[in-house]
């Protein structure tokens, strides 16, 4: 007998258990059906020694000082600040927009101040940002917008930005000054000793009881328990009664090379040339030593694991009917990237786990 299940190990499911059990002083299992916990954000060591990211970079960014001090209780952190390049017009120029990505696209030696008036002189005037092709052109103009966004978008999505809600390219900011990081909340890096050890520390309970390789469908009508915590894709929890909810997928193509610097930051973006969206490069993430160094492609896909939720009007508008339904479940708690159909970074996944748990869970 069970006072909690969790389906799923990831962020969400690693804290609400660690809660449960640490705070609460409850049983819970974890049913999770991959071989390993840590969700998408599960690292491992690969075969020369190098720690990796297996379902892609993983940098760990917020400005919510809770967030950040609950999971200093189970890891130190390397402290790191991710810069990213785009390659464009055979250059490679830092990303985020930023002074200097332009005084070296263009050859220009302008100041913050004369940054903003070319913005403004070259920016699209829009009513109302419908769309992610309205946030850019509202603030740079089509010439960058087509530069950096609208074939990087493409490869990823398949969709152009004009047919995606705003929050997608509205993640990347624009700026007139010279900072150049990718990220730029208060708080950012890495746990030191990766993120599954991280996880396993959580986990360290003996009132956590974990199932890995197990759909939970396979085995949840055979376990007693109070109350279920999914983390899990909604749709598939409902028998998909609405239809499926889309989602894009990656590919993941591995290199480790025989040198000890493959590239000159951390990601790089090709948001025109290749099939690839970008190369990173881990030894920058994790602050590594090592003679050799592992890169990883990211190519998308319409079919395999569900990554990104696809935000359109139309899936946001079945989401919510699976919310709807969800709402109705007294016992059943859905919460994370897949139980609620956003885009979220991990942080959030952090504070809305921890705020369920302080709302509705312990009570
Ligand atoms: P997940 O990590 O997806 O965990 C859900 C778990 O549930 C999975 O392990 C899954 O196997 C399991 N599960 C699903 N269905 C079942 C079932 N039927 N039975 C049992 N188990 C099930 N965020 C950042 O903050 N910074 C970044 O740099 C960053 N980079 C990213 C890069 C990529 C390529 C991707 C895809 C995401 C990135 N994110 C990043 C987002 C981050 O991965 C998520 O915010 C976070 O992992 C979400 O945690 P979660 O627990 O909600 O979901
Ligand atoms: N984007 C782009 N060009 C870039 C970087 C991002 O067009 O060089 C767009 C693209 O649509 C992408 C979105 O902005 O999906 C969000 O970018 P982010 O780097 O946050 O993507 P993630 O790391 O979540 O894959």
């Not at 990656?250 to 190369?279: H, S």
């Not at 920058?284 to 592992?294: P, S």
Request: aromatic share 18%.
């Amino acid at each position: 007998m069970y006072d909690f299940v969790v389906v799923g190990a990831g962020f969400a499911g690693c804290v609400l258990a660690e809660r449960i059990a640490n705070d609460l002083k409850k049983k819970v299992l974890v049913i999770e059906k991959r071989n390993h916990i840590g969700g998408n954000a599960y690292d491992y060591y690969n075969e020369d020694g190098i720690l990796v990211h297996k379902y892609g970079p993983h940098i760990f960014h917020t400005n919510n000082k809770e967030v950040w001090d609950y999971l200093s209780r189970f890891t130190e952190w390397y402290y790191y600040q991710h810069r990213v390049l785009a390659y464009v017009d055979g250059m490679y120029v830092p990303i985020p927009i930023n002074l200097n990505t332009i005084n070296k696209l263009y050859n220009t030696n302008f100041t913050p101040k004369q940054l903003a008036e070319y913005f403004e002189k070259i920016k699209e005037n829009r009513q109302e940002i419908l769309n992610s092709e309205d946030v850019i052109v509202s603030r740079v103009g089509r010439e960058l917008y087509e530069k950096f966004f609208k074939g990087y978008t493409k490869k990823q999505w398949d969709l152009y930005p004009s047919e995606l809600s705003p929050e997608v390219t509205s993640r990347v900011p624009i700026r007139i000054n010279r900072d150049d990081r990718y990220f730029t909340d208060r708080y950012q890096g890495l746990p030191k000793y990766g993120y599954t050890r991280m996880f396993e520390k959580m986990l360290e309970n003996e009132k956590i009881h974990i199932m890995l390789k197990t759909d939970y469908k396979e085995v949840i009508n055979s376990i007693e328990y109070g109350y279920l915590i999914y983390t899990g894709p909604i749709d598939y929890f409902f028998d998909y009664k609405y239809g499926k909810l889309p989602y894009r997928s990656l590919r993941f193509e591995f290199e480790t090379l025989d040198c000890e610097k493959y590239q000159e930051a951390g990601t790089v973006n090709y948001p025109n040339d290749y099939d690839f969206t970008r190369i990173t490069e881990f030894k920058y993430l994790t602050g590594q030593k090592h003679n050799k160094t592992t890169i990883v492609r990211e190519y998308s896909a319409a079919e395999g694991e569900p990554y990104y939720p696809i935000l359109q009007n139309e899936n946001i508008e079945r989401y919510k009917m699976y919310e709807n339904e969800a709402n109705k479940l007294k016992n059943v708690f859905f919460i994370g990237r897949l139980a609620n159909y956003k885009y979220y970074n991990m942080d959030k996944v952090v504070e809305q786990a921890l705020k369920l748990y302080i709302d509705k869970i312990r009570q």
